[in-house]
């Protein structure tokens, strides 16, 4: 198999040798009934056409791979933003249906955030105020190994667990959830304020963004400073580095109709 790091999209440059899973079968492409459903490939299977670095107008050179039908994020010490950094889409988001299939290796983190606003700076997760390296700031579908990772431990009840909205509203104890080494699917629905998650075909998150039970979580998080946090009409929608090695595939959007 040949691995690829594609700075420029669209472009290939020379071949290595894979070190990720093969995607799922069918992964990667849009059926004709997807298609009259209004689906398409957030990411091609191939390239980084589409995305971006969060802190720039170029794709990472290093760090991100492509291979195998799989996008992966090199492990770098498990420190957040301190390999490639965070990617993020070209375009925006409000209102849309996404679905992805994610691994993770033993004690990964990572996650995929929704509404991220590329003007804000990051904030520390200790003191939460604003620090130059971190994670973009958005609503935060979180990707970690509960088992070995510290920070399932951390945040409150369980906020910072897999599936859940990062330490705002935990996922539900019972969630159906696979081990490292075996495809997870996500998705994820944003209709009007509402946000839902669902892992593995069951639902973690169904939150109003504009409720007070929203508001409640977030000053009681570490976002409590950022005025407005959550409530954005639209943002970009972002891969995470925190310096572990996780895959992803099969990312597929269709934009939905603003809720009356």
Request: charged share 20%.
């Amino acid at each position: 198999m040949t691995c690829t790091s594609a700075a420029v999209p669209g472009v290939e440059p020379a071949a290595a040798e894979c070190q990720a899973p093969v995607a799922p079968a069918g992964s990667n492409v849009v059926s004709s009934t997807e298609k009259r459903h209004g689906w398409s490939l957030l990411w091609d299977g191939r390239t980084s056409a589409g995305w971006r670095s969060a802190h720039s107008e170029s794709f990472p050179a290093t760090g991100w791979t492509m291979c195998n039908g799989v996008l992966a994020i090199n492990g770098k010490g498990g420190g957040e933003s301190r390999g490639p950094g965070d990617i993020i889409t070209t375009k925006r988001y409000g209102q849309f249906e996404l679905q992805f299939a994610f691994q993770i290796t033993p004690g990964a983190n990572s996650g995929l955030k929704t509404f991220v606003q590329t003007n804000i700076s990051p904030i520390d997760k200790v003191t939460g105020k604003p620090t130059p390296i971190g994670s973009g700031i958005g609503l935060e579908f979180q990707v970690l190994d509960d088992e070995l990772h510290p920070d399932a431990k951390l945040g409150r009840d369980g906020n910072r667990t897999v599936g859940s909205l990062y330490d705002l509203i935990p996922a539900p104890k019972d969630k159906a959830v696979l081990p490292p080494g075996q495809w997870n699917r996500g998705r994820i629905v944003s209709s009007g304020r509402r946000l839902t998650f669902y892992l593995n075909g069951r639902k973690t998150i169904d939150v109003d963004r504009g409720s007070p039970a929203f508001a409640e979580a977030v000053a009681r998080s570490k976002f409590k400073n950022i005025t407005g946090f959550g409530e954005w009409a639209d943002g970009h929608l972002l891969l995470q580095d925190h310096g572990d090695r996780v895959f992803f595939t099969d990312l597929k959007v269709r934009e939905l109709k603003a809720a009356r």
